[in-house]
């Protein structure tokens, strides 16, 4: 069974909702965790021991592939992108993009990786985010967060 498309973009206003307010926080990383859970239940999703069938089973948890596509694997990492319009789409509030985004860290925890927002909507101009992915068991140390990265870029 897809989860329906309705269903899905009907969360994302909530998501952003809670994300966008830092004194939420206590709320949002467990809703947000609930909602993965939920969404992982009703997708039936399954542990993963290959990179690539990491990445396929965390776009099989979206109502369409397309607005996840998977550009590229390589060195023990997947990327891809989220073209799913999302509401913090050039506020600057990457740290509300970030609190967001534990929707798909507990996705990945279960599915056996761990995800990483390498360019978020939330920064100006960016149109689609920018995620990497990897096995639980091997370091993203190398690669820099978007919330992380915003903060040390100065202002242009």
Not at 47 to 61: A, F, H, K, L
Not at 91 to 104: Q, W
Not at 122 to 151: T, Y
């Amino acid at each position: 069974m897809r989860t329906p498309k309705r269903l899905f973009m009907a969360i994302v206003p909530v998501s952003v909702w809670l994300s966008s307010r830092r004194w939420l926080n206590h709320v949002t990383r467990p809703v947000m965790r609930g909602l993965a859970s939920a969404t992982m239940r009703m997708r039936n999703a399954r542990p993963q021991s290959t990179i690539e069938g990491i990445g396929d089973e965390w776009q099989r948890m979206f109502p369409s592939r397309k607005g996840v596509p998977i550009t590229r694997v390589e060195n023990e990492t997947v990327y891809a992108e989220i073209r799913i319009p999302c509401p913090h789409r050039g506020t600057g509030n990457v740290d509300g993009c970030y609190r967001m985004m534990e929707y798909d860290r507990k996705m990945l925890e279960r599915i056996g990786g761990q995800f990483v927002v390498l360019r978020s909507q939330a920064e100006p101009g960016v149109e689609v985010c920018q995620v990497a992915m990897r096995k639980a068991d091997v370091s993203v140390e190398d690669l820099v967060p978007a919330h992380i990265r915003a903060k040390a870029t100065p202002p242009s």
